[in-house]
């Protein structure tokens, strides 16, 4: 009950502040209307850079002929979308991309979709923000972009997409249809999405013995299939004393199918005839909905207050079978069949006060309530009909209450140094019933401090230290089964959430008008890391490792290739590399962490031929891999050498985009190794391994976007 308490009290006293700032307010006098009209701002700023803020009119993404806003902001010099962390609460998923300075007050919504439901047309300027800077609200991010849109028409605007993709001669059909229209002095947006894909990857599967020796092939496919409605409305009405209300729903429901079939030779007795067969099936669906919005209150032109409120609801259900046959007939089935719930609601207060132009300050609250429902039953049939099995932490609730506490303060000393520190409090109580019994609280302090310095108009240094706490994933306090792998994982109510204390240093070097250079370095000092243990030497599932530590490196550029002869054309190019370090729970010796991309390079090219109205590249990326340590085996999953893709778009009829690309030119393959282990990893007795090869094969699409 104390944090129950903690959270009703940081509820209760953000209600009451909200009520108690906007009587104080309404004695103040209304700020001017801070609508943006398209016909007078939309020339309010030309292409440049000032105050660690580089504005990008519309001009500037002309030849790259966006439709959407989406468009713009992926051809942002030096810039990449993120969507933020997918945790619980709000303020821990922020991602770097604000609407007229705003966040977007929704979760489930990711910024492509809502970049890629706003006209051209509607979109002012785009504004990269590098640096804290007073009045805009970047909630600890060190660099962001800004769209800046203007009202929607009266007579209101479609936007839509349709992209038709072929893969392995099965084609699939997905779109969305969007219209945007100002009613009533507020503006309205509608739109209907149809997402989904039908990958069907396709290889070999050979097992050896601890010996080495081939002792088993499979020839599989995987037939999958995702079918997904998504419905949204988003609502927003400026007053004329400033005063803003914004509102958003979504709805969806999601089908995922899936037929896997192993055909089965036995190289023991030296046939090429298949001896065996084996069929995963998965028949899996869910739906949901998510509501929110925020109510912004102008008290003058320096203070101003936000409540935000965001509910979702989801419900998954997964019904999953496996059944075997050998030459003789059918040998054994398991069938997995499990339901989830799951529940989020969120009330946050934020204040804004911007005491000068050197000063700004921002203090709030967050409440928030959280629950997972899930029920998990096991099934063998050895050939008498299906009976259960037991299994532990198959039957379970978790619930959780948190509040949190948090102030920031921003120092703009000269034009050249902005300066951010934070303070963030944090109770929260976790508990769990059911299968299992546990109920524990926890309590932290989260402080931080950024420093960004413009030591020239195209140069800057970024360096900031942060306390982070992990939000704990609720799906590993429960135990699931993965049938195609024969691999439990047992949920563990004794997880705790991971502590890091995060370093970061960038420099930012900008030339031209579209280069940009961009080199960062990031270390974290972990306790307590989250990731695989031993759970009583039989199985194992999530749990804490201890102390650990991680360094990343990365390297972004944009080169414009117009020196080089190729007109109107750039060059993206990326480098991820990463060391990480942490005690292993089985054998006791530093490992790398499980999970982690080691390394990563890419390059990104785009050439536009305006004068055929026409626009052409490709990009090429190479590193991805993937651990996995276990109790009883290890694996490697590695991507081949490259994985290659091109485009062609042309835009000759006015007002479409159509855009033919080929993924995967090079039919690139992945490649997984897993080592089992007779006994315990420990004991290094290697019983076995597996070896499978599996590709996707070409992805071919057509997709025509367009507004009218």
Same mark, same amino acid.
């Given at each position: 009950?104390?944090?129950?308490?903690?959270?009703?009290?940081?509820?209760?006293?953000?209600?009451?502040?909200?009520?108690?700032?906007?009587?104080?307010?309404?004695?103040?006098?209304?700020?001017?209307?801070?609508?943006?009209?398209?016909?007078?701002?939309?020339?309010?700023?030309?292409?440049?850079?000032?105050?660690?803020?580089?504005?990008?009119?519309?001009?500037?993404?002309?030849?790259?002929?966006?439709?959407?806003?989406?468009?713009?902001?992926?051809?942002?010099?030096?810039?990449?979308?993120?969507?933020?962390?997918?945790?619980?609460?709000?303020?821990?998923?922020?991602?770097?991309?604000?609407?007229?300075?705003?966040?977007?007050?929704?979760?489930?919504?990711?910024?492509?979709?809502?970049?890629?439901?706003?006209?051209?047309?509607?979109?002012?300027?785009?504004?990269?923000?590098?640096?804290?800077?007073?009045?805009?609200?970047?909630?600890?991010?060190?660099?962001?972009?800004?769209?800046?849109?203007?009202?929607?028409?009266?007579?209101?605007?479609?936007?839509?997409?349709?992209?038709?993709?072929?893969?392995?001669?099965?084609?699939?059909?997905?779109?969305?249809?969007?219209?945007?229209?100002?009613?009533?002095?507020?503006?309205?947006?509608?739109?209907?999405?149809?997402?989904?894909?039908?990958?069907?990857?396709?290889?070999?599967?050979?097992?050896?013995?601890?010996?080495?020796?081939?002792?088993?092939?499979?020839?599989?496919?995987?037939?999958?299939?995702?079918?997904?409605?998504?419905?949204?409305?988003?609502?927003?009405?400026?007053?004329?004393?400033?005063?803003?209300?914004?509102?958003?729903?979504?709805?969806?429901?999601?089908?995922?199918?899936?037929?896997?079939?192993?055909?089965?030779?036995?190289?023991?007795?030296?046939?090429?005839?298949?001896?065996?067969?084996?069929?995963?099936?998965?028949?899996?669906?869910?739906?949901?909905?998510?509501?929110?919005?925020?109510?912004?209150?102008?008290?003058?032109?320096?203070?101003?207050?936000?409540?935000?409120?965001?509910?979702?609801?989801?419900?998954?259900?997964?019904?999953?079978?496996?059944?075997?046959?050998?030459? &003789? $007939? /059918? +040998?054994?089935?398991?069938?997995?069949? *499990? =339901?989830?719930?799951? !529940? #989020?609601?969120?009330?946050?207060?934020?204040?804004?006060?911007?005491?000068?132009?050197?000063?700004?300050?921002?203090?709030?609250?967050?409440?928030?309530?959280?629950?997972?429902?899930?029920?998990?039953?096991?099934?063998?049939?050895?050939? &008498? $009909? /299906? +009976?259960?099995?037991?299994?532990?932490? *198959? =039957?379970?609730?978790? !619930? #959780?209450?948190?509040?949190?506490?948090?102030?920031?303060?921003?120092?703009?000393?000269?034009?050249?140094?902005?300066?951010?520190?934070?303070?963030?409090?944090?109770?929260?109580?976790?508990?769990?019933?059911?299968?299992?019994?546990?109920?524990?609280? /926890?309590?932290?302090?989260?402080?931080?401090? *950024?420093?960004?310095?413009?030591?020239?108009?195209?140069?800057?240094?970024?360096?900031?230290?942060?306390?982070?706490?992990?939000?704990?994933?609720?799906?590993?306090?429960?135990?699931?089964?993965?049938?195609?792998?024969?691999?439990?994982?047992?949920?563990?109510?004794?997880?705790?959430?991971?502590?890091?204390?995060?370093?970061?240093?960038?420099?930012?070097?900008?030339?031209?008008?579209?280069?940009?250079?961009?080199?960062?370095?990031?270390?974290?000092?972990?306790?307590?890391?989250?990731?695989?243990?031993?759970?009583?030497?039989?199985?194992?599932?999530?749990?804490?490792?201890?102390?650990?530590?991680?360094?990343?490196?990365?390297?972004?550029?944009?080169?414009?290739?117009?020196?080089?002869?190729?007109?109107?054309?750039?060059?993206?190019?990326?480098?991820?590399?990463?060391?990480?370090?942490?005690?292993?729970?089985?054998?006791?010796?530093?490992?790398?962490?499980?999970?982690?991309?080691?390394?990563?390079?890419?390059?990104?090219?785009?050439?536009?031929?305006?004068?055929?109205?026409?626009?052409?590249?490709?990009?090429?990326?190479?590193?991805?891999?993937?651990?996995?340590?276990?109790?009883?085996?290890?694996?490697?999953?590695?991507?081949?050498?490259?994985?290659?893709?091109?485009?062609?778009?042309?835009?000759?009829?006015?007002?479409?985009?159509?855009?033919?690309?080929?993924?995967?030119?090079?039919?690139?393959?992945?490649?997984?190794?897993?080592?089992?282990?007779?006994?315990?990893?420990?004991?290094?007795?290697?019983?076995?391994?597996?070896?499978?090869?599996?590709?996707?094969?070409?992805?071919?699409?057509?997709?025509?976007?367009?507004?009218?």
């Amino acid at each position: 009950m104390a944090n129950r308490n903690h959270l009703l009290c940081a509820s209760a006293l953000s209600v009451v502040f909200f009520a108690t700032s906007a009587v104080m307010g309404s004695a103040q006098s209304a700020p001017e209307n801070s609508d943006v009209s398209c016909a007078t701002d939309c020339d309010a700023n030309s292409s440049g850079s000032t105050n660690g803020i580089t504005v990008f009119e519309p001009d500037f993404f002309a030849s790259y002929n966006p439709v959407t806003a989406l468009d713009m902001v992926r051809q942002v010099p030096g810039f990449s979308i993120d969507n933020g962390e997918r945790v619980r609460g709000f303020g821990g998923a922020a991602g770097n991309v604000l609407i007229n300075g705003e966040r977007p007050s929704t979760k489930s919504n990711g910024l492509q979709e809502i970049l890629g439901r706003i006209a051209l047309s509607r979109v002012v300027r785009i504004e990269l923000i590098r640096g804290s800077v007073p009045g805009i609200d970047m909630r600890g991010l060190t660099r962001a972009v800004n769209v800046v849109l203007c009202d929607c028409s009266e007579g209101g605007q479609t936007t839509f997409s349709i992209n038709t993709r072929l893969w392995r001669d099965r084609a699939f059909v997905t779109g969305e249809l969007t219209y945007a229209v100002r009613l009533f002095d507020a503006d309205f947006t509608v739109s209907l999405q149809r997402n989904g894909q039908g990958r069907r990857p396709e290889g070999i599967e050979e097992n050896f013995d601890a010996a080495g020796n081939l002792t088993e092939r499979r020839e599989e496919e995987d037939q999958r299939w995702f079918r997904e409605w998504q419905p949204t409305f988003n609502m927003e009405k400026k007053f004329n004393n400033g005063d803003a209300l914004r509102l958003n729903g979504k709805y969806w429901n999601w089908m995922w199918d899936r037929n896997e079939t192993s055909r089965i030779f036995d190289l023991t007795g030296g046939g090429d005839v298949p001896n065996g067969f084996d069929f995963n099936t998965s028949d899996n669906s869910g739906n949901g909905y998510e509501v929110g919005g925020d109510f912004e209150k102008k008290f003058s032109e320096n203070r101003s207050a936000k409540l935000i409120f965001v509910k979702t609801h989801r419900v998954n259900k997964f019904l999953d079978t496996a059944e075997s046959f050998s030459a &003789n $007939g /059918f +040998t054994g089935a398991f069938q997995v069949d *499990s =339901n989830q719930s799951q !529940n #989020e609601t969120i009330l946050r207060l934020l204040y804004d006060w911007t005491m000068n132009s050197k000063h700004t300050l921002q203090v709030g609250s967050e409440g928030a309530i959280n629950s997972l429902n899930s029920g998990l039953d096991i099934f063998e049939d050895t050939g &008498n $009909g /299906f +009976t259960p099995i037991s299994l532990a932490v *198959s =039957n379970t609730k978790v !619930n #959780e209450d948190r509040g949190e506490f948090f102030g920031s303060w921003v120092y703009t000393p000269t034009s050249k140094w902005t300066l951010e520190t934070g303070l963030r409090y944090e109770a929260s109580k976790i508990s769990q019933s059911g299968d299992a019994s546990r109920a524990r609280t /926890f309590k932290f302090w989260k402080p931080s401090f *950024s420093a960004t310095w413009n030591f020239t108009d195209k140069d800057q240094i970024r360096t900031s230290i942060e306390r982070k706490v992990a939000q704990l994933n609720f799906f590993d306090f429960v135990s699931n089964v993965n049938l195609s792998d024969s691999q439990t994982n047992l949920g563990n109510p004794e997880l705790e959430p991971d502590r890091t204390w995060e370093f970061e240093t960038a420099w930012e070097h900008r030339f031209g008008t579209k280069g940009s250079l961009n080199v960062k370095y990031r270390h974290f000092w972990i306790s307590e890391v989250q990731g695989r243990v031993p759970i009583n030497n039989t199985s194992d599932g999530p749990g804490n490792l201890g102390n650990a530590r991680r360094s990343t490196f990365e390297i972004e550029a944009r080169i414009p290739l117009d020196r080089f002869g190729l007109k109107n054309a750039t060059l993206d190019t990326n480098l991820f590399l990463q060391d990480s370090s942490v005690t292993d729970p089985v054998t006791g010796e530093k490992r790398f962490f499980e999970g982690r991309v080691r390394q990563f390079w890419g390059l990104d090219f785009r050439q536009d031929l305006n004068d055929l109205k026409m626009a052409w590249g490709w990009d090429y990326n190479s590193g991805n891999s993937w651990r996995q340590f276990r109790l009883f085996e290890q694996s490697l999953t590695r991507r081949g050498s490259g994985d290659l893709d091109a485009f062609i778009e042309t835009t000759r009829i006015k007002g479409i985009t159509i855009t033919a690309s080929v993924d995967n030119i090079f039919n690139q393959k992945e490649r997984r190794t897993r080592t089992f282990f007779s006994g315990t990893r420990d004991l290094g007795v290697v019983s076995g391994s597996q070896l499978r090869v599996r590709g996707d094969g070409r992805l071919y699409s057509l997709r025509i976007k367009g507004t009218f």
